[in-house]
């Protein structure tokens, strides 16, 4: 079984700009979070999202946003990047949303704003 | 708020030799779930093993395995007969149940572990 593709591993943008990463979850996975790991911050979730609706959401500006499409492929959205957007960005999936269910992450996408 | 903290930044131990990496958390909770993931250079976060709070035995998987301490808020892990492979950060993390079953994994600031030959 084909584990959580990230696509682009890398990505160099300019401030100001946005930017749209995706996520394929595993097969049958219907949830897929994501979170944001920076040196500083760590890993802080930003949102989750199941069967395409957004179940929770982490303490982000509005910038931040998302979506799930009905093959569960999930999307990120960052508009009008800022330096400190500057982050590995990761995707994870799980067969169900439960706290028992574990969560599978992508190799991330590297963004970094300049 | 739910937290986890991991005291060790960064650990190293010899090859074949056992290491204990730290973890405490606070909630009040009584219901939740407990995992350590490894992250390699590669980046991807790795599943080491899992616990469920309402579970008194501790779990194992292979050469890794915890001690969980439920009125302590600790979970530590023990990884025996280390490899240069087991080489990554590890985080401790936290998740709880819910009754509308999403909930946010909550990550420690994680532990660099070195292993030596």
């Known amino acids: 079984k084909a584990g959580v593709t990230q696509t682009p591993r890398y990505l160099i943008k300019t401030r100001g700009q946005q930017v749209t990463l995706s996520c394929s979850p595993i097969?049958?996975?219907?949830?897929v979070s994501w979170y944001q790991q920076t040196p500083g911050q760590g890993l802080q979730f930003l949102f989750e999202y199941f069967s395409e609706t957004q179940r929770n959401k982490g303490n982000f500006p509005g910038r931040f946003s998302g979506r799930q499409f009905s093959n569960s492929r999930s999307e990120m959205n960052v508009s009008t990047l800022e330096l400190g957007d500057s982050a590995l960005y990761l995707c994870?999936?799980?067969?169900?949303?439960?706290?028992?269910?574990?969560?599978?992450f992508g190799n991330g996408t590297r963004l970094t704003v300049t | 708020a739910q937290t986890v903290t991991q005291s060790q930044p960064e650990m190293s131990v010899q090859e074949a030799e056992t290491v204990t990496l730290s973890c405490t958390y606070d909630?009040?909770?009584?219901?939740?779930?407990l995992f350590w993931y490894k992250q390699p250079p590669s980046r991807q976060m790795i599943l080491v093993i899992r616990?469920?709070?309402?579970?008194?035995q501790n779990a194992t998987e292979n050469r890794f395995s915890v001690n969980f301490q439920k009125a302590a808020k600790s979970f530590s892990l023990k990884i025996s007969d280390s490899q240069l492979g087991d080489a990554a950060m590890y985080f401790c993390?936290?998740?709880?149940?819910?009754?509308?079953?999403?909930?946010?994994?909550?990550f420690g600031k994680g532990t660099k572990l070195t292993v030596n030959p």
């Open positions: 993390a936290y998740r709880r149940t819910t009754q509308g079953g999403s909930e946010k994994l909550v």
């Open positions: 616990q469920e709070a309402y579970k008194q």
């Open positions: 994870a999936s799980s067969a169900r949303n439960r706290g028992n269910s574990p969560l599978h």
């Open positions: 909630t009040s909770e009584s219901d939740y779930y």
């Open positions: 097969s049958g996975h219907r949830s």
